[in-house]
């Protein structure tokens, strides 16, 4: 294969050819490393590349899969990192000016987890700063490109993520998913990505944003992808506080089981209070795909869904001013004007306030509890349009004009208030041929549900198959 065919591979597909002796880790890694000296200058999706590193783990791996020590469908592939995954020895600046230099003196637990399962990390990625925007505009190290168009944002906060992940510059990422920031950039760039339950995939060692919201999850070309990382990266840690203690399971198990009699609820509240009309095209066209594949289908009212925004943002803000209180009071001027302005908007929270939302998140998740009740699975467009320019503050949406910032997260908060496994999948394109994603949510721990219906849509369509132009 070509280097650029080698790029376009699936993670399973290269893990299958490495594993029958078809593909060299080096080869792969090498491969790897041309398309991201080709495509760094347009992308600007790393931070940080670790080129040498790489290049000596793929050696290792290569001879370890050769003397029958292969740890798994991970062994040899090359992953990348948002850069605000503690990596030993390596800088971890989560994007911003003020941690430009910060080493961790130990690995997260998917560091490690990656590391034990034979993953190569092959770089840090570009994000929004600290994590708290949904373009990955960074006025420090400049905004990631949108591989379909690179006048275009990638979302974030996620965004090196996403775009790196589309491009062909790694087989798969880590991102996290605070407001949507795993989602949001997946739809954008057209690509899987996955936000587990709340608890299922340990934060230590993750540079917090929010800590009651704050989900670590993968971004990869297809579901079957994600599943491999999830099979990896899952499982109780109890350095991390909030993580779940539960057997372990095979994410890949049931992924080929379809979605026959599946119960598929389209909440009718919020979603479509403000969308482009191309997205809710799109999103009707993907739950007529699911009716043709055998599920059961029903729209549903759930009134409690417009409290989402209220919720999330006084949670998410609060938390986030507590984060970054010692920053705000030091060093303000070293924090970039977007990210600053909202941290300062958090310190003005009244503690009462942070209270009744998470009293409201209460009744909310309890609401929507009894919802799913009747559901096995909703689903709902991942944005309300398509990536917006990298240079528009501002869109046009059905008449309306929208903040960029807060109108990206819009349609993704709701599922981190209750901690649902969320999937985003690709279902179509804008006429300005920028992607379009599809969520679909599932109950808590029920994370096998949404990826095989993820996947069952998948594979009956074809808008992952295609690649950007970068």
């Not at 890694?29 to 398309?35: S, T, V």
């Not at 379809?258 to 066209?285: H, T």
């Not at 941290?343 to 929270?349: F, N, Q, S």
């Not at 096998?448 to 970068?470: F, G, K, M």
Request: glycine share 10%; aromatic share 6%; proline share 6%.
């Amino acid at each position: 294969m070509t280097g650029q065919e080698l790029c376009r591979l699936t993670i399973a597909e290269a893990a299958e050819s490495i594993a029958q002796g078809q593909l060299s880790p080096v080869e792969l890694i090498q491969a790897h490393l041309e398309r991201i000296e080709k495509t760094q200058p347009q992308l600007n999706s790393f931070i940080t590349l670790l080129s040498d590193e790489a290049v000596e783990e793929a050696r290792r791996a290569e001879a370890e899969i050769r003397s029958g020590r292969s740890r798994g469908p991970l062994h040899g592939i090359p992953i990348g990192l948002k850069d605000l995954y503690y990596t030993k020895g390596i800088r971890t600046t989560v994007g911003s000016e003020i941690l430009r230099d910060f080493v961790p003196d130990y690995d997260a637990a998917v560091t490690e987890r990656f590391r034990d399962g034979g993953a190569i990390i092959i770089g840090k990625l570009q994000m929004h700063e600290f994590a708290l925007g949904s373009t990955s505009t960074n006025p420090h190290y400049g905004p990631a490109r949108n591989p379909w168009n690179t006048n275009r944002v990638t979302g974030g906060s996620s965004g090196g993520s996403g775009a790196a992940v589309a491009a062909g510059q790694c087989m798969g990422a880590l991102g996290s998913d605070t407001g949507g920031s795993i989602r949001i950039p997946s739809g954008l760039c057209g690509i899987v990505g996955f936000k587990p339950t709340f608890g299922r995939v340990s934060r230590h060692g993750v540079y917090p944003l929010a800590w009651t919201l704050d989900t670590v999850g993968p971004m990869t070309r297809a579901v079957r992808d994600s599943a491999l990382i999830m099979n990896v990266i899952a499982g109780h840690d109890p350095r991390d506080q909030s993580s779940t203690v539960g057997p372990d399971e095979d994410f890949t198990a049931g992924l080929d089981t379809g979605v026959r009699g599946l119960r598929v609820g389209v909440p009718e509240d919020f979603f479509y209070d403000v969308i482009d009309p191309e997205v809710s095209e799109a999103v009707e066209r993907a739950t007529g795909v699911l009716t043709e594949l055998g599920a059961s289908v029903e729209r549903v009212s759930i009134p409690v869904l417009n409290h989402s925004l209220a919720i999330s943002s006084t949670i998410l803000m609060t938390e986030a001013a507590e984060v970054h209180a010692t920053h705000l009071k030091e060093e303000p001027e070293r924090i970039g004007a977007d990210v600053r302005g909202r941290l300062h908007a958090g310190t003005l929270t009244p503690a009462v306030s942070y209270i009744k939302a998470q009293r409201a998140r209460t009744a909310f998740n309890r609401e929507l509890a009894e919802t799913m009740t009747g559901f096995d699975v909703l689903v709902a467009p991942t944005t309300v349009t398509g990536a917006p320019g990298i240079d528009e503050s501002v869109v046009d949406v059905g008449g309306r004009t929208e903040n960029i910032l807060s109108l990206m997260s819009r349609l993704t908060r709701p599922f981190n208030i209750c901690g649902y496994p969320t999937v985003s999948v690709p279902c179509g394109f804008t006429s300005a041929s920028m992607p379009i994603g599809l969520q679909i949510a599932a109950r808590p721990f029920d994370d096998s549900t949404a990826l095989r219906a993820a996947h069952a849509y998948e594979q009956a369509t074809e808008w992952h198959t295609r690649r950007p132009p970068v």
